[in-house]
């Protein structure tokens, strides 16, 4: 099978996490380094918005710095996400124009790289179904979404998997007026977002969902994951990333 450079489950601040999926596309377009599929956790807790969207219409901003959330914009699309330290892992997979796994039809391709949060669902004993355009759904609610960009003639895919959901955290943090959420509004997203543990009813550990996404994506997409860590070259860009992009007013608030 294609081997795949792997980075095992890290955990950084939302800056570094999003600095270094920056920092690996920029040196996979320059050969240095190969196909990464890697896994994180964010330190601490924090809620990304998508390219297009503005922060202030998105994220209460003064709720997060009173409760230590860290905002930031992602170079992907989509909505705002919260990312919880304890309840979810996200992946990322960077990828060369061209290669198998990054088809040009966008769908084909989510579907495709999906497959291996679908199989690793599997593996935990949960039946799941890609729900186009870029989501996972377990018993017909969501409990992966995940994001694409191509840029720097590569491909980039990132996504969550839930553990656990606080709906009630995630309505504070949104940008949706305190007097409009209602415990109907509350229950529709119970309805329509679901977790691993929700499902399952039993307390599945970091390491659980870690070992299940790294067999998932491995039978998935036939590939063996090959250990490895970040270059020098790529963690001297991401600090400059972090330092003249991700941390800055103008990128998180320029829309």
């Known amino acids: 099978m294609e081997q795949i450079r792997f980075i095992d489950l890290e955990i950084h601040t939302a800056f570094e996490n999003m600095a270094i999926d920056e920092a690996i596309m920029l040196a996979l377009k320059e050969g240095i380094v190969p196909p990464t599929l890697r896994l994180y956790r964010w330190n601490p807790s924090a809620v990304s918005i998508g390219t297009f969207q503005g922060m202030l219409d998105e994220v209460d901003v003064d709720f997060c710095n009173s409760r230590s959330i860290d905002f930031i914009r992602r170079i992907t699309g989509g909505g705002a996400v919260y990312h919880d330290f304890e309840g979810e892992v996200t992946y990322s997979i960077i990828l060369p124009k061209g290669h198998r796994l990054a088809p040009t039809d966008i769908l084909e391709s989510y579907r495709l790289l999906c497959s291996g949060i679908i199989k690793a669902l599997n593996h935990l004993g949960i039946e799941s179904e890609f729900k186009p355009i870029n989501d996972v759904n377990a018993g017909g609610k969501k409990i992966s979404g995940n994001a694409m960009t191509r840029r720097h003639s590569c491909m980039l895919q990132h996504g969550t998997i839930l553990l656990d959901l606080d709906v009630n955290l995630m309505f504070s943090i949104l940008k949706v007026p305190q007097e409009k959420i209602s ?20 307390d599945v550990s970091i390491g659980e969902l870690q070992d299940a996404l790294k067999i998932g994506f491995s039978e998935a997409l036939k590939i063996d994951l090959t250990p490895d860590r970040l270059s020098d070259a790529e963690l001297h860009t991401m600090n400059k990333l972090v330092q003249d992009k991700y941390t800055t007013h103008e990128w998180n608030f320029s829309r």
């Open 183 to 202: 415990d109907k509004m509350i229950a529709d997203v119970k309805e329509r977002v679901t977790s691993i543990r929700d499902i399952l009813d039993r």
